[in-house]
């Protein structure tokens, strides 16, 4: 089984610079998401671009077959621009780059059925208002579809439409794309009038109108958007978890989240982020693509690309940026930034410091205001601060450089050099205070 995409559309009505199918649905470009379901039930995979094909191709994976579709003149034709890609000996299911939400199961379920020896299977639905799409119509066991503009009067009634999803025997496929005529007011090319050459047409119905919605609007993509965010929420209340505010609360379809985890007002939790059980996240954070442990509280902060082990608290207003490894009970405190660092277990941080490109070990407490100054106008330097130092407030460690085991830092200090285990590191002016000088100032 092949499976082809076509993607060469331009989708003016969005109104974009960027190729239509580029637009991410719940933080993912739609191409992505057709790419994964036909990934679940064909051994091989197809695209066909036109628009924006170099842009979007950089988003493909590298073992997908790419076919370009200069002029598009319909989706016959955008076939035709992958006829290097079709086999007498398969089938080929088409879809479509701006159809995001197909799902495997419908499409294993129309495989299914073309092994029964269809030329052709067709997934159809019925609408309430069919208005503007093809009907599939049956006439003593036989199957064809008639588009809405050509349809008498007497048919219109009938509320079953081509969703355009179908499967093609190879060989059919093949005998018929030259046969197909454009001799239409649009002078373009149908995959329909393919189907109404078959002999032997098989059909599925899906009733999830989700999975057929395409895109051709950002008003059709904010309200796929809407209906996936709303189906990902109730599957998560269902499956143990605690949404106080669904209707503030954004959570991609990817992400997963454990039972007994409150999730608090105005929170987003974006790509693939994993959050154990227990955790309290919110009011106002953001996730995206990090692994939470269990009993993890963060609370107003963003976290990007990290790893947080149970037991850890976040917050509030701290920021973890990309490579950031919290370990295990670790305290990250208010106005904390973490950057490409591993802080141990045990070890708290809780007010206003920032530590950059370092790795800190157990129970180490970072005073207010520390930073690690890992920037030398050049390159990135590395900071070691080990196992149960003891920083103090508004210190910096001016990297590279290694606080040894059990070291004191000296509040206000500039460290510019390596600190031995269990010793006392300072790096601060020696005080001088002049009595009355400010008097005899002003007396001049």
């Known amino acids: 089984m092949k ?54 191709k950089e988003h493909l994976p590298r073992w997908v077959d790419v076919f370009i579709q200069e002029r598009q003149l319909g989706t016959a034709h955008a076939v035709m621009c992958a006829r290097k890609f079709l086999d007498p000996d398969d089938d080929v299911i088409i879809l479509y780059g701006d159809v995001p939400l197909i799902s495997d199961s419908t499409l294993k379920r129309m495989v299914e059925e073309h092994k029964k020896g269809a030329d052709v299977t067709i997934l159809v639905a019925d609408a309430e208002n069919p208005s503007g799409y093809g009907r599939v119509i049956e006439n003593e ?31 059919f496929l093949l005998e018929m794309l030259p046969k197909i005529k454009n001799d239409n007011a649009k002078g373009e090319y149908y995959l329909t009038d393919a189907v109404n050459f078959a002999e032997n047409v098989r059909i599925v ?78 009011p106002m954070s953001r996730i995206v693509d990090c692994e939470v442990g269990n009993n993890v509280k963060i609370v107003r902060s963003e976290c990007f690309r990290s790893v947080i082990e ?71 330097n590395p900071t070691f601060i080990e196992d149960r130092a003891f920083i103090g407030s508004n210190t910096s460690l001016v990297a590279p450089v290694r606080i040894g085991e059990g070291a004191l830092i ?12 269990h010793s006392l590191g300072l790096g601060r002016a020696r005080q001088i205070v002049k009595e009355g000088w400010v008097l005899k100032r002003k007396e001049e």
């Open 410 to 421: 000296g509040a206000g200090s500039v460290i510019t050099q390596n600190v031995p285990p």
């Open 205 to 282: 119905k899906t009733t999830d109108l989700l999975e057929i919605t395409g895109v051709n609007t950002r008003k059709t993509l904010v309200w796929l958007e809407e209906q996936l965010r709303k189906r990902k929420i109730e599957e998560l209340l269902e499956n143990g978890v605690t949404i106080l505010d669904p209707n503030t609360t954004y959570i991609h379809y990817s992400a997963e989240i454990g039972v007994d985890t409150v999730i608090h007002p105005m929170t987003f939790i974006e790509g693939k982020t994993k959050i154990g059980d227990g955790c309290e996240i919110g």
């Open 141 to 171: 066991g036989r199957y064809k579809i008639i588009e809405d503009a050509d349809l008498p009067e007497d048919l219109r009634s009938i509320r079953t439409i081509n969703t355009g999803f179908y499967i093609f025997s190879g060989r």
């Open 310 to 380: 149970d037991n850890v608290s976040v917050g509030p207003f701290a920021r973890l940026r990309e490579g950031t490894v919290l370990k295990k009970s670790s305290k990250i405190g208010n106005f904390v930034e973490i950057k490409r660092s591993t802080i141990g277990e045990g070890t708290k941080a809780q007010h206003l410091s920032y530590i950059g490109d370092a790795h800190v070990g157990k129970d180490v407490n970072i005073g207010a205001g520390t930073i690690t100054c890992n920037y030398d106008g050049k390159k990135k």
């Open 3 to 56: 499976a082809l995409i076509l993607a060469a559309g331009k989708g003016t009505r969005m109104k974009s610079r960027m190729p239509k199918v580029l637009h991410k649905l719940s933080g993912k470009p739609m191409i992505e998401w057709v790419i994964e379901t036909a990934g679940k039930v064909a051994q091989r995979v197809g695209v066909v671009l036109g628009f924006g094909a170099k842009q979007v």
